[in-house]
């Protein structure tokens, strides 16, 4: 058997979400009741009616008993045998509107908390998501949403009923005996340090159990992602072993709650009897003394029974579901909390772009976390980059991998933001401007473009939503991408499948830029494909790519020398710094690093150049 832990076997600490008080849980939480206050109370209402139905039980019950039965009245038998059976009608009649009231009311919350919650999630910074695993991430918008919402809910309603049940059934208790109450309140102090103990207790079992469950999510969301390298690799049984290793942690987080709740929920029932046991005791004394009825006691018992001790125990249970609602909540809000990428900037880009970008003495270095979750800068990626580029102007970036290529032109779309320098658009400072306004002027086109889960038609447009027919034809004509996908079964509208799997790397890539023609930006990023592809569909892409650079600043990575022979600059760069720049001919004739590269370069790309001179 592999002693192999598997890849992030364990669920990152750095990452861990810090208990927050109750206090704020139930405040923050109770923030999205506002909308539907009229929903909460009606839910409550109809709870408090329904057991004002419940309570007039045990005092019918003692009519019946003391003043028919024991009184031998025959006549008031049917009568208040009715009005038993109309007080349960009621009390389920409202019961029936309360939980319809409480589905929708909860249904509307889960939606907007939700919906909140991925509207901030999507707003996040580029950095945070490098460092989350995605099932951690989904297990929060989905799970543990609904977990907060039960407190919200569950939580208010039948709370307060409980507690308002507590007090009605005191009050009655006292008027039919005090001493009798005295009695019933024994267990109390008890059922008091027991629930103590479990809410103090709970929070470490509650989020290792919710860890668990993430890091379970995490790895399931990675390998069906990796399903195509786990069967290249004959890793089947591996990952048996690795998901059976995360599934166990669940199981055991599981059952601990469990097994504090076994311990815990009998106790308090317990308790609960030996109240129930204690007031017959006393109360049969007070009967057969002649100093209490029979229904009296029956009456007091049902009270005590129904309407005290069983709303204490579920207060318990509630106790139980706000732990659990705690830990999730500390989940939802740690993703609330993070500061979304750029807020509050008013600034847009002066239009028309024209498309002349700047880089001053830029410099960056990846974010990082130390151990008690700190984000700090890590090494050096960019050190002092300047650059100026034209509008129009076509900028190849040549570099070993690892160089710093991509870090560099992924600063311009603001997915991280350079430690030191600034970077200009048409003479504005990007960084001061609204991201909505900066991404619309630029389009990207990846080496391995990603395609949603949908129809071609739908991931073409998703350069611009509201692109007519006629022109999203137009853009597939001119990515040359038109042909193949009107000989696809169901045209435009066949399905891509995940990730575009049902699509060639050549296919993926012209609809990408097909998406990138009909957004029409003006400043271009774009990433040549390494990915071999067939002579004649690397010219209809190059086709294509030219029509997509043709009056755009573009800035292309580039792997192949043909590409950057036609560039208006050149820069290379080595280990985060540009350190030639220049035109073909004039890196030719400098005959430095770039000239020696294209001396030796066939076929190969330009890193297996790089990596051939012994360059990194
Ligand atoms: N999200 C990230 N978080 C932390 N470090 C990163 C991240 N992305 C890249 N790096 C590191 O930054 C350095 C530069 O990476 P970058 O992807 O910019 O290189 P590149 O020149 O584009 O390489 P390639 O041609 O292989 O794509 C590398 O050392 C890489 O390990």
Redesign the pocket.
Known sequence: MSTHPGFGAHTDPTFRSAPRPTGEVIRRVSVYLKPYWYMAVGTVACALMSLAAGLAYPKLTRLLIDEVIVAGRREWLTPAALGLIGAFFLREAFNSLRIRINNRLEQNVIFDMRCQLYARLQRLP??WF?QRATGDVMTRVIEDVNQVERLLIDGTEQGSVALLSIVGAMVFMWLYSPTLTLVALIPAPFLVAGALWYTLTAHRRYRRQREAASALNALLMDNLQGIREVKACGREDHEDRRFAARADELRKGTLTVMLAWAWYGPAMQFLGALGIGLILWVGGKLVLEGRMEVGQLVAFMLYAGMFFYEPIGRLHGLNQMLQAARAAAARVFDILDTEPERPNRKAVLRTPVRGEVVYEDVCFA?P?HDASGNIRP?RP?LRHISLRAEPGQMIALV??????????V?LLPAFYEPTAGRILIDGQDIHHVRLDSLRAHISIVSQEPFLFNGTVRENILYGRLDASEEELLAAARAANCHEFISRLPDGYDSRVGERGVKLSVGEKQRISIARALLKNAPILIL?EATASVDTATERLIQEALERLMAGRTSFV?AHRLSTVRRADQILV?RQ?EIVERGTHDELLAANGLYARLARIQDTRSI?ESFARLGLT
Do not use: N, Q
């Not at 570099?399 to 560099?408: D, H, I, R």
């Open positions: 580029v950095s490098d990846y990082t890590g990626v570099g070993p991998t690892g160089a710093g290529k991509s870090t560099l992924h990433d990575i760069i985060g890193e």
